[in-house]
């Protein structure tokens, strides 16, 4: 069975620009979640989508991020503008099930440097 | 709000010798997620603890919970150099929250 799959793997851009970063989940998984990990810190859930639906986006910063789920697969997470502090590992994972006791299974990562 | 501390964040392990990590979490929550993250890479699941009293191994690591204390440990028997990496442990509420991780460094 194939993993969660991230694109790309690194991002370097400059303040002010805009990103964007592609997840697969694993096929038939319900729930993807986005996911911001800062170094030296754990994982913090930026939005949870249950197909193609939002659970979850109180920890999303609205004014300079959005994410999209469409057809109920594949997703993407948008930075625009970025800012010095968005630097980090952005991590998608997915979960079979619909609820924050269901196993996520993460994807590798795309790690994000803002100059 | 669910708040999960872990403790230490660092621990300089010697081959050989037992260690523990300390996972408290500060509300209800009766699904308890030890992860393994190695420089660069994931995160890998390491165990799922569903219930109180609940206790996993795996190899050199055990994992137990405690849900009346609020507490999770994840022992390490015999440390050895293969262990090397940080481990994290997140409670599940409306969300799975993560503690800051605890980076495990392993010298014979």
């Known amino acids: 069975e194939a993993g969660v799959a991230q694109s790309p793997r690194y991002k370097i851009i400059e303040k002010r620009q805009s990103v964007a970063f592609w997840c697969n989940p694993i096929?038939?998984?319900?729930?993807l979640y986005w996911y911001q990990q800062i170094l030296g810190q754990g994982p913090k859930l930026l939005i949870q989508?249950?197909?193609?639906?939002?659970?979850?986006d109180s920890q999303l910063p609205k004014d300079r991020f959005s994410a999209e789920r469409l057809k109920g697969v594949d997703s993407t997470l948008k930075i625009q503008p970025a800012k010095l502090e968005d630097s980090a590992v952005y991590l998608c994972?997915?979960?079979?099930?619909?609820?924050?006791?269901?196993?996520?299974?993460f994807g590798p990562g795309t790690r994000l440097t803002v100059l | 709000e669910l708040k999960v501390e872990q403790n230490p964040l660092f621990l300089s392990m010697q081959e050989g010798k037992n260690y523990t990590i300390y996972c408290n979490y500060s509300?209800?929550?009766?699904?308890l997620y030890w992860y393994r993250q190695d420089p660069g890479k994931s995160l890998e699941s390491l165990f799922v603890?569903?219930?109180?009293?609940a206790v996993k191994q795996e190899g050199r690591l055990m994992a137990s919970l405690d849900t009346k204390a609020r507490l999770s440990t994840l022992h390490i028997t015999a440390a050895v150099h293969d262990l090397s990496a940080t481990y994290f442990c997140?409670?599940?509420?409306?969300?799975?929250?993560f503690g800051k991780g605890t980076t495990l460094s392993v010298s014979s």
């Open positions: 994972a997915s979960s079979p099930g619909t609820s924050s006791y269901n196993e996520q299974f």
């Open positions: 096929s038939g998984h319900a729930t």
């Open positions: 989508f249950q197909n193609n639906g939002v659970v979850d």
């Open positions: 509300t209800t929550s009766d699904r």
């Open positions: 603890l569903l219930s109180n009293g």
């Open positions: 997140a409670a599940a509420g409306t969300a799975l929250i």
